[in-house]
């Protein structure tokens, strides 16, 4: 009987990516696919490490499968990721029965750890943060049309509360090449749409360490401007519709706009994590922007490409945020309009620089200025959605939805979810035009 596996993955879209690409190796190491988790013999946990409950939860998570293995020993349990990456160690200390621990930038290690795990071997796996890493190879797109493509590793923003750097290293573009052979194969696997991953993924292109020491590092398919990056992957046969995440006001510039207008595969969303409506707090951060400078991308963004979506990040409590801050911010939410917004309150992260500033606003302060944040963002979504009744928006079809198997889910460009009822005959990842007939906060309805 062939070994069955699973993923239990929390975090962000590049720890999606990562899980992907391990299971694809796994599945070609001739493991297969569980199931559900309950049964599966081998558990990997993809561990984020960006708020202090998210590790928590990982950690709780990995208690529990390691106190299966009373009950089950042959059972495999592993981590990687983020917290894999900032813990190491100290994880074997805390789960004597854990079987691995592989860091991040390293996920072609997975395999072999399972490997080693199962002849009773335990494997810790960490790369330096200055190497350069790996990048996830290998999809499982059985039928599915739409991937995510990480372009851009590491981070070399630093943001004063932010752990990213600390475990996910240098900042580092994959070779335009590289990402563009990797969409071609895709397309020809039946994806429509892809979303390019990359923390601060405007900044894709700047620094790719040569490792083909034949190939200059200079433009011409090796390394490209991300504007560049996004017409050539656009030009693929196949592929219908190009998202990308995460984005930075000083990338919205004329060109990636003249993109959005001209480019009709780009599709008009844009996640822009604000942080802090406060300019004050903003330099504290050290987010490289002002509240003027984040609300004027947005507001030429929005004057050239009337229909785009834009949604962000907001951190409430971060140290020394005054009620004039959070007011600020609240504001500031009001006069972008986002189409959605997640809203994180402040968690100080060992080793960053605000981690030694005091976390002086109280966890109910916090909880108020979230809740706050929540209602009127729900407010304003609901009002944002009514206005698309009536209009028609191409859907991209994912199949049935959750709720109710008659119906099917779908998205627009601007990443709304419209549920449906499906004309006869549509499959999955085909594109229907749609006339929006109702809006919920959080989904539209068209039949
Ligand atoms: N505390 C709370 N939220 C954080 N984020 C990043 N670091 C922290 C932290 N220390 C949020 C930011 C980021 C999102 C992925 O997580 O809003 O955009
Ligand atoms: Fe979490 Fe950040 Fe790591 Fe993604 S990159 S898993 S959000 S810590």
Known sequence: MKKTFAFHTYGCQM???ESEAAARALLDAGYTQAADEASADIVIVNSCSVRAKAEDKALGKLG????????????VVGVMGCMAQRMGDELFRRLPRLDFAIGTRCAERVAPAVEAAL??????ALRG?????DAPSGHVTDGGFSAFVTILLGCNRRCTYCIVPDVRGDEWSRPAREVLCEVRALAEAGVREVTLLGQSIMNYGLRTPAFDESDPPSPGGYRLPFPRLLEAVAAIPGIERIRFTSGHPSGVTDELIRLYREEPKLCHHLHLPVQSGSTAVLSRMRRGYTREQYLEAVAKLRAAVPDIAVTTDVIVGFPGE???DFEETRTLMGAAGFDNAFIFKYSPRPGTVSATWEDDVSEEEKARRNQILLGDQDVRGAILNQKLVGTT???LAEGPSLRNKARWSGRTS???????TPPEGLKPGDTVALTITRAAPQTLYAE
């Open 322 to 324: 005054t009620e004039a």
């Open 393 to 395: 928006q191409a859907v």
């Open 129 to 133: 943060l200055h190497e350069t890493p």
């Open 15 to 17: 720890n999606v990516r």
């Open 119 to 124: 002849h009773g071997e335990a494997t810790l």
């Open 64 to 75: 529990l499968l390691c106190a299966s293995k009373r009950e089950r020993p042959g059972r």
């Open 414 to 420: 601007s990443n709304k979810i419209v549920v449906f």
